[in-house]
Structure formats: structure tokens, C-alpha cells
């Protein structure tokens, strides 16, 4: 594949190896049978803790490697590119329930949860769908009441990354009344620990991808939650959450691109080899267009989130670009992994090579973290104000 024009710094490209290296030796092998058999290695997150992955974003005093958006994007885009399932549990840890609990966390509770969640011992999770507010998020009903020191939650979240395997999930759940709702200012930011009481986890999603990363309901039933374990502000739920998501978008964006990359690697190899009418496919133009279209796409889709990422570190409002590098790297990966089994022909089609895979794992990243059409709302309404 073309190499990337996305100038790196030493220590960016460091970053990148040491993600190749571990992917191309501790997943890639693996990753077809995680996906047959619906279940990871559970040593994989010990491992990703090991070498600071779990822990990117966070500063040094909480054990993080206190790294740059981009590091952070080049290492998820190896570890896609091998594994997209070992990509999300990855990003979603990162992203969210580590960054928000850095952004809006007490120092207490920074202290108390961040150093764990660098070191992988605590896998994070994210809670904010539930079967009636998917993309309609603020619609959620999940309700705490205030009980003296305590709140008592009530509800079931949907879609939960890591939600039976996390020891730290940042769940937001409705504080307005049901008397007097105030919309998205009525929702609040919890942290929750699955050691509490009514924390119960439900059904796991049999998925059509990402089938080695576990996707649960989970329910609070009458859950007991220190005041403690708010986090920031009461109503601020809702806003955490948009802003997290811009970063998660950025990830997300990442493991697109890594998917797509990988679909794209094989069917160029597969071009190169196959032989038909005496000829490598790479000799017909309707095979060559094809891979020209796959690369002309993936550095689009690459320079769009490296721009963004690079305006986030200065500092810079990135939510629409952050869209835009999600619902373009996404759709860009659907196209790209469709074209590949295109170009294996039948064998593309069987679970003999990794392609039929890809093309299942790409389809996600158009659906989770937003699907394609609220990314084009949080576009549109940015090119409107503009
Ligand atoms: N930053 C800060 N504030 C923001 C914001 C942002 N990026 N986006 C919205 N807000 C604020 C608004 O300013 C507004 O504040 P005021 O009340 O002061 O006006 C408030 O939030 C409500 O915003 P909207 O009126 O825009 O809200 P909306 O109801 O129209 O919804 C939406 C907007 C973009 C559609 C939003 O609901 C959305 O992003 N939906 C998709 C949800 C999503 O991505 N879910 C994925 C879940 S995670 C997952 O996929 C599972 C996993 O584990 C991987």
C-alpha cells in the first residue's frame, strides 16, 4: 500500500511500530478464530494494558502515556487493521469512560479509578443508548432518585461495549423529575461499578461483526450509588456525553480506516497472485481501477482524520470534522471492504480469507457511536452556521 503523507514525529511513529508490531504477532493470527468462536482471548486486554494502550490519552501522573490525538489514531489503526474487534473495546476505553472521567472527574475520583483504567486491571465502558433513545439519546429513561448520601437507579442500557466485562462504566441516567423534565439537562453522568448491588448484566448481542467484542444489555434494578459517584456536574450528562463523542468519533474513524486498509492490503496481494485468461488480475483495468479507487480513498479518509486530530490538540473546535472523519472513513470502509470481496470473486465470499470478515466488522462503523445520518445532522447543522 501507498505510504501515508501525514508528516509523524519520532515519537508518533514509535507509537505506530510498537501497535504493528504487537498486532501483526498477537492478534492477526488469532483474529479470524476470536471471530468464529464469538469470544476473545481474555489475556488480550492484560496485554494492551501492558504496553500503556489502555491508558493513551491519560497523563503520566495517573500512569497514562499522556500521548497525542494522533499517536493515539496511528496505534488504533494497527490494532483495527489486525483485530477491529480488540479496536473497539480499545477505543471505547480510551475515548470515553477514561477521558470523561479525566475531564469532568473529582480528584478523588480520578485518583481512584484513572491508574487502574491506564493499566487495563480496569476495562471501561459506555452507557448511553437504551432500546427506545438510540440516535435520540436525550430521549433516555433511565431514572436516579436521590435517597440521603445515595441515589437509586432504575433502568436498562443497550448496545454496551465491554458491559460484561468492565469494572468501570460511565452510565448516564435521567436526575430531572419525571414530574418536571428539563430534556437533555435532566440527564446526569454516573460511574458505575458492577460490585453494586442491582447491577445486573442481559442479554449479549449475536452480532453480524465485531463478534469477538462482547456487546451487552445491562440493568440497574433498584441500584444503589454513592452521591460520590456522580461525575461533574448534575445535568451535565448529556453535554459529557456529545463532547466525549467527538473523540470516540475520532476512534471510531480510526478503526475504519484500519479495516478498510487491511480489506484493501489483501485484495492487492489477491490481485497480484490471482491469475486469470493467463493474465494477474492487476493486468485488467477493471481490477486496477478498483485498487486505485481503494487508495485514492483510504488517504482521504486518513489526511481528513489526521487534520482533525492534529486541530484538536491545538486546541481547536473539531465536532464537525470529527463527524466528517467518522461518516466518510466509515462509509469509505463499506465501500472498500465490498470492493475486495468483489475482487477475490467467490473466494471472497467464503470465510477462507479474512475479507467476507472485514466486510462485516466495516458495517458498525456506519451504525455505533452515531450512524451516518447524525453525523450528517451534526455536519448540516454546522455548515448552517457557518
Ligand atoms: N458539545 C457540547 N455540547 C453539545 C454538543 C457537543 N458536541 N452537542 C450537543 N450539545 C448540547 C447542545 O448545545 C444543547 O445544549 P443546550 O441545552 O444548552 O441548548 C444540548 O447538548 C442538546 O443538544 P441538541 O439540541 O443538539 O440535542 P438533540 O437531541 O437534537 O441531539 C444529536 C443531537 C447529535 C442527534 C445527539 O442526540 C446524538 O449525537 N445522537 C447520537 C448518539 C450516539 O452517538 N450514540 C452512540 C452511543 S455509544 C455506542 O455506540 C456504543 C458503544 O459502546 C460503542
Known amino acids: 500500500m501507498i505510504e501515508t503523507l501525514t508528516p509523524l514525529s519520532d515519537q508518533q511513529r514509535a507509537v505506530q511500530q510498537l501497535a504493528k ?28 494494558g501492558a504496553l500503556g494502550f489502555l491508558g493513551m490519552l491519560l497523563p503520566e501522573e495517573y500512569g497514562g502515556m499522556g500521548l497525542d490525538t494522533l499517536s493515539y489514531l496511528l496505534a488504533l489503526e494497527e490494532i483495527a487493521a489486525a483485530d477491529a474487534s480488540t479496536a473497539v473495546a480499545m477505543s471505547v476505553h480510551n475515548s470515553l469512560p477514561t ?65 460484561n466485562r468492565a469494572q468501570v462504566i460511565v ?39 465485531l463478534r469477538a467484542s462482547p456487546t451487552v444489555q445491562i440493568a440497574f434494578d433498584g441500584m444503589r450509588v454513592p452521591a460520590s459517584r456522580l461525575l461533574g456536574t448534575e445535568g451535565q450528562g448529556f453535554i459529557y456525553s456529545m463532547q466525549s463523542l467527538e473523540s470516540g468519533r475520532l476512534g471510531i474513524a480510526a478503526q475504519a480506516i484500519g479495516i478498510a486498509r487491511a480489506a484493501a492490503e489483501h485484495a492487492i496481494a489477491y490481485a497480484k497472485e490471482r491469475h486469470q485468461f493467463g493474465k494477474p488480475l492487476t493486468a485488467f483495468q477493471a ?64 470465510t477462507d480469507y479474512p475479507v467476507e470478515r472485514l466486510f462485516r466488522d466495516a458495517k458498525i462503523t456506519e451504525i455505533y457511536e452515531g450512524a451516518s445520518e447524525i453525523q450528517r445532522i451534526v455536519i448540516g447543522r454546522a455548515v448552517a452556521a457557518s
Open 21 to 48: 508490531d504487537f498486532a501483526t504477532r498477537e492478534l492477526a493470527p488469532f483474529a479470524g478464530a476470536w471471530d468464529k468462536a464469538s469470544e476473545q482471548d481474555p489475556t488480550v486486554i492484560g496485554k494492551l
Open 99 to 163: 477521558k470523561m472521567i479525566l475531564a469532568f472527574g473529582s480528584d478523588a475520583q480520578k485518583r481512584e479509578f484513572l491508574p487502574r483504567m491506564a493499566t487495563g486491571e480496569w476495562l471501561g465502558a459506555f452507557a448511553l443508548s437504551e432500546a427506545d433513545a438510540g440516535s435520540d439519546a436525550s430521549a433516555l429513561r433511565a431514572q436516579a432518585v436521590r435517597d440521603g448520601d445515595d441515589w437509586i437507579l432504575d433502568g436498562t442500557k443497550v448496545w454496551v461495549t465491554n458491559g
Open 171 to 209: 452510565a448516564m441516567v435521567r436526575t430531572d423529575s419525571p414530574e418536571h423534565r428539563l430534556g437533555s439537562r435532566g440527564v446526569s453522568a454516573f460511574i458505575i461499578t458492577p460490585d453494586l448491588a442491582g447491577f445486573k448484566v442481559g442479554k449479549k448481542e449475536d452480532k453480524m461483526g
Open 287 to 350: 481490477v486496477e481501477f478498483k485498487l486505485a479507487d481503494m487508495a485514492t480513498k483510504l488517504h482521504a479518509a486518513r489526511a481528513l482524520l489526521h487534520t482533525t486530530a492534529a486541530a484538536k490538540d491545538r486546541g481547536e473546535n473539531v465536532g464537525a470534522h470529527a463527524a466528517m472523519s467518522k461518516l466518510f472513513a466509515s462509509e469509505t470502509a463499506m465501500w472498500i471492504t465490498n470492493q475486495a470481496i468483489q475482487v477475490f470473486g467467490g473466494y471472497g465470499y467464503v
